[in-house]
């Protein structure tokens, strides 16, 4: 059983930076690949990005590469989305997810899920 906990939302301008955190209980967090979804109002819940097990593979969606970085510390149990240049685009709420095995752009695939954090952008 894993525990996910994000933070690190908020409401920022246009051109602004956050980071995301995602903070996971359990002694069996590095062996899991991590992702990061988002969901905005009235719209199905979108891959944003993930990472392996150990970190050496990324994978971004196309809209947020050049942006966006995904990385993890193991030795803390924690997940980490920084993203630069936001976007209004960007607004939604921020869910990280666990899986075994290897990364995934698929939700189905993703085992256990935070409560979600929210980020908006205003323009």
């Known amino acids: 059983q894993v525990q996910l906990v994000e933070s690190g939302g908020g409401l920022v301008q246009a051109g602004d930076s956050l980071r995301l955190s995602c903070a996971a209980s359990?002694?069996?967090?590095?062996?899991?690949?991590m992702g990061w979804f988002r969901q905005a109002p009235g719209l199905e819940r979108d891959f944003v990005a993930a990472?392996?097990?150990?970190?050496?593979?990324?994978v971004y969606t196309d809209s947020v590469k050049g942006r966006f970085t995904i990385s993890r510390d193991n030795a803390k149990n924690t997940v980490y989305l920084q993203m630069n240049s936001l976007k209004p685009e960007d607004t939604a709420v921020y869910y990280c997810?666990?899986?075994?095995?290897?990364?995934?752009?698929?939700?189905?695939?993703?085992?256990?899920w935070g409560q979600g954090t929210q980020v908006t952008v205003s323009s």
């Open positions: 997810a666990a899986k075994s095995s290897v990364t995934s752009r698929r939700s189905q695939e993703y085992t256990y």
């Open positions: 359990g002694r069996t967090f590095s062996t899991y690949a």
């Open positions: 990472i392996s097990s150990s970190a050496r593979f990324t």
